[in-house]
């Protein structure tokens, strides 16, 4: 799966720091490139005080001169190796017609989600959603434009099945009971809305490679919710779509907690995939094999160490991987954590040179 594709090699060749897309594309490299997931955040100041010069979490994601300079900050303040566009997996729901807000301390709430088959007709779906992301896609021009070939920009879209899950509970859950029943009272509605998200996020995640997006992590956050055959019927073909949609762009995938489908990823095509804190390095290389990239795996929490524990942590995590590997946490880095405690655990990734 991991190749070096020939007619992107003027722009691989143009960044200073190119670790990443190295890595992606089965190039040898003296350590694992590291980046954070969520690392443009609420752990840096720079973020707090942009955040409390808008009105709201919306406002901020919409405005693409604050979108690049709180997408930047982390190559700055914590020296990871690329830059994920700041943005939430919450924009195609808003695109297609389901719209939500983010409320402070609670997540995301949607006052008119999906409650019956019959909504499903009143989404915008495929190309139609583009003119309602503008923003998205002017926020990564400005954000390439300030990085002036330093590092590759990672883009991202929630997958199919998350955003099902969102559209159809309303809100965030522990169970997502409302989203999975609809899945057994109307299995081939589910289809169809899968259907339409699948192709507003390949229409949205296209373009974001136009704009300039060099790599695009697709995240299941709530993959680990269904069990495998439902996986199977309900997400795989979707995933899959998305995928082989942007074929030549590298990709992550990202279905968290999603353990026991890893046997059936080996035929997602992608560059690497994500893991949880909860999944062996081993178990994934055994159905998955040697040489299709792993990223991860550090427990969030294990940043709420000291400095020399995170060091430590960092080398038996490498020598676990192996040399297919990126640096990542197992999911976001959590809001109270010490951000120099995130440095050093960059700074532990880089000293395996």
């Keep these: 799966m991991n190749y070096f594709r020939a007619e992107f090699f003027d722009v691989y060749m143009s960044y200073h720091n190119n670790i990443l897309l190295d890595k992606l594309h089965g190039v040898p490299t003296d350590r694992p490139p590291v980046w954070v997931m969520r690392q443009a955040g609420r752990i840096l100041p720079g973020y707090r005080q942009i955040r409390k010069s808008v009105s709201g979490f919306k406002e901020l994601v919409k405005s693409p001169d604050l979108i690049a300079e709180v997408t930047l900050e982390p190559l700055h303040e914590l020296g990871v190796d690329a830059p994920i566009l700041f943005s939430d997996i919450l924009v195609i729901p808003e695109a297609m017609g389901v719209d939500y807000d983010i409320i402070e301390k ?22 139609d959603v583009l003119d309602r992301l503008d923003y998205v896609f002017e926020s990564i021009t400005k954000t390439k434009a300030r990085l002036s070939g330093s590092n590759p920009l990672i883009g991202f879209a929630g997958a199919p099945w998350t955003l099902f899950a969102y559209m159809i509970e309303g809100s965030g859950s522990k169970t997502f009971a409302k989203a999975r029943r609809f899945l057994y009272e109307h299995p081939k509605d589910s289809h169809r809305l899968m259907s339409r998200i699948s192709s507003a996020t390949t229409a949205y995640v296209k373009q974001k490679i136009a704009s300039g997006a060099d790599v695009i992590q697709l995240f299941d956050s709530w993959s680990g919710m269904l069990s495998r055959a439902q996986y199977q019927e309900f997400c795989l073909p979707y995933i899959s779509a998305i995928m082989e949609a942007i074929e030549g762009t590298p990709r992550i995938f990202f279905p968290k907690g999603a353990w026991s489908s890893i046997p059936d990823f080996g035929d997602v095509p992608m560059e690497a995939i994500g893991v949880d804190w909860r999944t062996p390095a081993s178990y994934v290389r055994e159905h998955l094999g040697e040489d299709l990239v792993i990223q991860g795996n550090m427990d969030p929490a294990f940043l709420y160490s000291d400095p020399d524990a995170i060091q430590s942590e960092v080398a038996r995590i490498s020598k676990d991987m192996g040399n297919q590997h990126i640096f990542n946490l197992g999911h976001g880095v959590y809001p109270d954590t010490d951000a120099n405690h995130v440095k050093a655990m960059v700074q532990a990734v880089k000293s395996l040179g």
């Design 106 to 127: 609670q997540g995301p709430k949607f006052p008119n989600p999906i409650t019956s088959p019959a909504d499903i007709d009143r989404l915008v779906y495929g190309e």
